[in-house]
């Protein structure tokens, strides 16, 4: 009997074997004919856009195959989430909970290398126009370049002119914190407002946000205090200064064209408040306003009244605005409330990404990873939206800083090869820290629309707590919400499970979670100066990443320049409306018209 099972169970297997095969042919060839036809078509389409690529086109049709995959089932793969990780100096990076396989990976990097994307990074930090719209170069990586370093532009070596006004804000704001520096009647300077807005602002007050609480930054902030000034409403100007003293007080003009209206009029606004207790004398803006622009800017800086030979902190047009937190802008006001060592180590967290951005292999890469996986959700499985969620609270002020850095960098439709985009680029970004978003948005996340979301957390807390009578502390409390929201989103819940806790059959429906929600966990050692500049880097990187492999410029911005200019079409009717009182304003069209005798 045992010859005959061997003999059957033979012929069974070669027979189901051969079915295999022949089936696995069959699907093969099916989808060789596919890419066939679809490299076909792309020739004969001749479009310089990306989409038109047989890589860009495998990726949809994978897309097709990931459609019917479950992150329930996905998730079960040991091999697979063996994989899915990524670390580099701390930073742990857990993607196993994106929709995606290995497969997956290895499509989008073929994208990546037909987008030249590894030259196109090396483009960037050696100082190449590749901001070809304003026709400058993208250096933010300069900012934290070692001084021993050379990066050049125009013949000129950037790492030098970076590393001396790194020691001009070095010796002024030790000047200031030590008391040698003073303000016009003798008195320290302790109080800082930071006048700016966008990128001149967002990114050096999550900064501040962070040191806040961090010990070292509390040590060293004891005795100071520093805001900002962003919007031209006036009651941010009353919130900021109300309670202070002038004369302790040190303006800091952020501005890297020094014409922006909202940031000059509060720098005109705060000129008066000075001149207003101490006297309309030109030595009192010498002594109380430091000015960060750009180069370019020194005669508007000079006009202003400030002393352009000692207080004032250059930086340079291969900055953009979004990507300048490393430089005076964020150094300037940072180091005098925190002081320089502080500020250097942020620069050293950021310089660590950026030294494995330029040098890991893509599939080790934490930023090339995550911009990969952006493209994917974005323009492949169509998630419009993406959030941040960092569980620490002293990144509260991050989610906004990404937004700006992420939504003002690809919201474009030009390729550039002067092209219109025939695919999505640009996600809307949002968040808030957890648990908070938690009993906000997150019933969306979880059962409206999806969107990919990123969690960042740290194995310690700046400040741990923990009760007598709790076995956990309130950081472990916070992580268990960090670790358990990544595996709702995916796994979800079915409606067998929900049954078996004894729901009522009308609810079961209600109480279903689909799951199959992607999400990335960041996790790092702790919330340190220094693990704010990687964090910093990574983000500043992703994007760049994403912009790459869309064939857009990350780094202009044209499309804020419109609203400018129709708002001083509205200034010049309500200087017209003010002059008398009779005056009717004939705006572009009846609607503005009328809302604006409205309003006067
Ligand atoms: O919002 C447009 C923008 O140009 C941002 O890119 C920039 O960060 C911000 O305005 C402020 O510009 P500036 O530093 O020149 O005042």
Known sequence: PNVAWEHHHRATTSFVHERLQRRRGQRDQTIDKQQ????GDTKRKRSPLVSATPEWQRLELHKLEIENQHLRDLLKDEERSQAMFAEHDGVYLDYSRQRATLKTLQLLQDLAKRQRLEERIQDMVSGKTINFTEKRAVLHTALRADPDEQIFVDGENVVEDVHQVLNQIKTFTEGVRSGNIRGYTGKRLRNIISVGIGGSYLGPEFLHEVLKTEPDGINSALGYNLRFLANVDPVDVERTCADLDPEETL????????????????????????????????????KHVVACASVSATDKVKEFGIDTNNYFFRFWDWVGGRYSVCSAVGAVPISLMYGFDLFEQFLKGAQSIDRHFMTAPMDKNIPIIMGLLGVWNHSFLGYKTRTTLPYAEALLRLPSHIQQLDMESNGKVMTRHGIEVDYPVGEIDFGEPGTNG????????????TAPCDFIGFCQSQHDLCLDDESLSSHDELMANFFAQPDALANGKTADEVRAEGIEEDLVPHRTFKGNRPSMSLLLPKLTAYATGQLLAIYEHRTAVQGFIWDINSFDQWGVELGKKLA??????????????????EASNPA?????????
Not at 263 to 273: D, E, G, I, V, Y
Not at 274 to 281: R, T
């Open 36 to 39: 066939q036809q679809l490299e």
């Open 251 to 286: 303006i800091i003009v952020v501005s890297k064209t020094f014409t922006t209206a909202e940031t000059m009029l509060n720098a005109r606004t705060m000129r008066q408040w000075l001149w207003d207790f101490m006297g309309n004398d030109k030595e009192v803006v010498r």
């Open 438 to 449: 938690q009993h906000s948005f997150f019933q969306l996340l979880h059962m409206g629309q």
């Open 568 to 585: 001083n079409d509205v200034k010049a009717h309500l200087v017209d409306a003010r002059k008398s009182e009779n005056h009717v304003i």
């Open 592 to 600: 503005s018209s009328r809302i604006l005798n409205y309003y006067v």
